[in-house]
Structures are given as C-alpha cells and as structure tokens.
C-alpha cells in the first residue's frame, strides 16, 4: 500500500518564502498549506540580506512551524557594519530564529580577485558572530569548495551547522563530515544529469543528511521548470529513499531528528 502522507513529519530545512516570488497576497500561505498537505510539517527561511532576513523573522512570527535564519549571502556580500551586527544579533535572540544563514562563498558568478576576499572576509565575521551567539550556520559553497573547507578548518572550530546544496566531491565531503557538518540536498539530486551527488547521498551517514528545496529555485523532478516551493521537499526525500533502498518514512524520521538535532527544532508545533 502507498504510503499515507499524513504519516510522515518532513522538514524543508532551506527554503525562501521571504522571496519576492511568494510575495503575492497569501502566496506564503498557500504554499505552507500545501507543504502541510504531504507532509512537510517545518520550514526555515533563510535570509540573504538584512532586507530578507527581515522578512524571514516576520514570516517565523506569523506561522507556525516557520523558523529563520539571518544573514548576508557571498552574492550579497559588503562590509557589515556595527548596525549590522547588532541586528543579526538582536534576531537571534528572537525564539523562531535558529541560525546564521545563509552565508558562505559563491566562486561562481564572482571572478573579480577583490571581491572575491570580500567575500571570504565576510564569511569569517558572521561565523564568528554565530559561535558568539552559540548558533549553527547555514553555509553555501558553490564553486568555492577548497576556500569553503580551509576556511572552516580554521575558523569553525566550536562550530555546528551544513553545507547547503551540497555540490562537491565526495572526498570533500568527508572531509566537511570530520568537521561535524550536516550536508543539504536539495532539487538537484532528481535531475537526470545529477553526476556525482547519487553517490554521494548512498555513501554519506544519513545522520548528516538534511533535505531542502532552497524554494522558489531549482524545483525537483517532476516539477522542474516550475517554482520550487517546501511542499516539493517530499521529492527529494523520495529520491533519497530510492537511493538508500529504504522506506520514505524512514528517511523522513531521520532526516527531521537531524534537523531537530543541529536546529533545536520542535517536536510538536
């Protein structure tokens, strides 16, 4: 028999509904209705401006169920200033705030040198900010896996958190694992092209495994070309229950007590 979606618990562990594109009149709504619907029981909203991270505890107060993280993302990286952080760290004493996020470095679309180690400057200031604050870190490392690790073996010692979207190598992963680190999967895991992820999500302990959308972007098979949105997480988990040979809901239980485990999640809302 199919399993019965109301008995798993999922958690969309990156998501954006504080995206301008859930900012239609009850868009936010809609789509944590629907998340409900199969299953996807929790959220957390990562900011990647202040401007977003704004929006993110706003959403955490309205919802229930929703959480934030705050932060200012490697595409949106300048000096912070003293203003700054003393509102990232105001947010973070707010009860459905649960991390530094969403910061790290993107290698990517950044080619110019300066930039670039503004970037990594920024990166080392807010994780710095997050053991102050004794919270976990949400990281993304896109492009940028050898600056990402050096600078967590140096830097992130005491602390917790995940590599978002993970798109590294295996032997890259293990490394971020000795340090203690969750690895995301996200959207990308279902496509056809997916290289060298699938592999990576059979060899991993699933004790560091988190599924995630990182909603509106990069929606799963079969909803890609469509905005990403948390109801699709279910996919994901779907794929990594095929990946693993085990059952859905197992792969749900797992993946929500890691998420308890480095958010302090709930569980009950």
Same mark, same amino acid.
């Given at each position: ?8 618990? $999922? ?20 789509? $944590? ?14 900011? %990647?401006?202040? +401007?977003?991270?704004?929006?993110? &505890? ?20 300048? #000096? ?11 947010? +973070?004493?707010?009860?459905?705030? &649960? ?12 080619? %110019? ?35 990402? $690790? ?24 293990? #490394? ?34 988190? &599924? ?16 990403? #949105? ?12 095929? $990946? ?26």
């Amino acid at each position: 028999m199919p399993e019965k979606k109301e008995d798993i618990w $999922l958690v969309d562990t990156h998501t954006h509904l504080n995206d301008e594109a859930f900012a239609g009149e009850g868009e936010a709504e809609a789509a $944590l209705a629907r998340a409900h619907e199969v299953g996807v029981r929790q959220i957390i909203n990562h900011g %990647d401006t202040m +401007a977003s991270s704004a929006l993110a &505890v706003k959403l955490a107060r309205q919802f229930p169920g929703v959480y934030a993280g705050v932060g200012i993302h490697p595409e949106e990286a300048r #000096e912070l200033t003293q203003e700054d952080t003393d509102q990232l760290t105001a947010w +973070a004493a707010l009860p459905g705030v &649960v991390c530094i996020g969403e910061i790290g470095l993107d290698y990517h679309w950044v080619k %110019d040198v300066d930039q670039r180690a503004l970037q990594r400057r920024i990166f080392v200031e807010q994780l710095d900010l997050a053991r102050q604050l004794h919270l976990p870190v949400c990281i993304h490392d896109r492009e940028a896996h050898g600056d990402t $690790l050096a600078i967590l073996q140096k830097e992130g010692q005491g602390i917790r958190g995940v590599l978002h979207c993970y798109s590294g190598s295996w032997e890259t992963a293990q #490394e971020f694992l000795k340090l203690g680190f969750y690895l995301g999967v996200d959207g990308p895991l279902t496509f056809k092209k997916a290289a060298k992820l699938p592999d990576i999500v059979r060899q991993m302990p699933l004790d560091r495994l988190l &599924v995630e959308t990182d909603a509106p972007y990069m929606a799963p098979v079969p909803h890609r070309g469509q905005r990403n #949105e948390p109801a699709f997480v279910r996919c994901v988990a779907e794929k990594v229950a095929q $990946l693993r040979g085990l059952p859905l809901a197992e792969i749900a239980a797992r993946t929500t007590q890691n998420a308890r485990d480095l958010y302090g999640l709930p569980t009950q809302i």
